[in-house]
């Protein structure tokens, strides 16, 4: 496929994934991980989408500067000046600002598209076509476009955009409202109004856009920017400035899009979902006939429904009587719990690591 010169792509690709823990660990998180046994991780799949369109030099990998090397194995033909390395975990906001810096140095007339690591994208085809015209509508209507899938169900692990009006697939909208993981209630409300769609992580905007929305809405990344530019002119883009770690902890959701009155929403239709928790791998991902859900794993199940099972390569679980759990493995932990008790989830990992250590997270 030709690939516009002027399209760029922001993989982010720095968290740890605790909502699956044990499985996703601080020394190998999610995005590392081949959880389909399909022999490419989440980050590889993402690259893979990306390059079929973007050229390759286009394409930007930010994350923790921990998981560099994890990343140039990973992605053996990647650029070390595409790695942007973060010395410390700042949210989103800082981590799209640097990138954009770097890439409005590299291309005054870039059209980008930010995309989380952890995506399962089911239609590839009609995903690529809703981004390029993402891509065209941004460069001509100047403004921060967001990609809203129609929900299937309330879930409220999700985000939910609210658009002023119902809209078909491939339509464009303002946005009138963001809201993130609302109560059961009004996930309901929402799904049923047909005014409100998903928030898939996914945005796109042009490079001078994003730069002024950074500048008028978030007044201490102001002096940052221009720090940032010069430490481009000197070292290269994929040399952190050095005040990175002082840069305020704010999302790009709460500090600009919910901010600005210039925000789109795109209704997309590619078989999307954020594989962010258990309770999201088992709704989204393939089911055997009783509801449990395998995770590239062995097992042997008796009398269980709505089960996510995930183990380590040669083990085998042997299952009778149990029902809407998480069983999962990884290095020095078991874990069983109830999949949707997301609090008691929480809580195991934060607890094994102050009764037990690090090195148990």
């Known amino acids: 496929m ?3 010169k002027n399209n760029y792509c922001v993989i982010l690709a720095g968290g740890i994934g605790s909502r699956l823990w044990p499985v996703s660990r601080v020394e190998l998180p999610k995005q590392f991980l081949d959880w389909f046994g399909t022999g ?31 990343v140039k194995q990973q992605i053996p033909g990647i650029c070390s000046c595409k790695i942007l390395e973060e010395p410390i975990r700042r949210n989103t906001l800082p981590s799209v600002a640097w ?36 891509l065209d509508f941004v460069e001509k209507e100047n403004c921060l476009l967001t990609m809203g899938v129609r929900p299937t169900r309330p879930d409220t ?15 464009f909208a303002k946005v009138k409202s963001f809201t993130e993981k609302p109560a059961l209630d009004f996930a309901k409300v929402f799904m049923e109004s047909g005014e409100f769609y998903w928030n898939t992580g996914l945005y796109l905007y042009n490079v001078n856009a994003m730069m002024k929305a950074i500048h008028d809405l978030v007044p201490d990344y102001r002096d940052s920017l221009t720090e940032s530019s010069i430490g481009i002119e000197g070292c290269g883009p994929c040399s952190v400035p050095k005040h990175f770690d002082t840069l305020p902890n704010m999302s790009l959701d709460y500090s600009i899009l919910e901010k600005s009155e210039n925000v789109y929403v795109q209704v997309c239709d590619f078989g999307w979902a954020d594989l962010g928790s258990w309770c999201s791998l088992h709704n ?9 859900v395998l995770l590239n794993t062995e097992a042997l199940l008796y009398n269980s429904q709505g089960n996510v099972v995930c183990l380590p390569k040669g083990r085998v ?41 690090e090195e148990f997270i």
């Open 99 to 134: 990138a954009t810096t770097c890439i409005a140095h590299a291309c005054p007339d870039a059209r980008v598209i930010v995309s989380p690591a952890d995506q399962l994208i089911l239609e590839e085809k009609h995903f690529v076509q809703n981004v390029l015209s993402g």
């Open 317 to 357: 679980a042997v299952i009778a009587g149990l029902k809407d759990f998480v069983v999962a493995e990884q290095g020095n932990v078991l874990m069983i719990c109830p999949k949707e008790d997301n609090a008691t989830l929480r809580r195991l990992m934060t607890d094994a690591q102050m009764k037990l250590g």
């Open 284 to 292: 989204d991902t393939q089911h055997d006939s009783q509801d449990n």
């Open 40 to 70: 490419r991780t989440l980050l590889q799949q993402t690259y893979d989408r990306f390059s079929e369109f973007i050229a390759p030099e286009n394409i930007y990998v930010v994350t923790n500067e921990q998981y560099v090397d994890l």
């Open 2 to 4: 030709e690939t516009n």
């Open 157 to 171: 692990g999700y985000g939910y955009i609210q658009a002023h009006e119902e809209m078909q697939e491939g339509t």
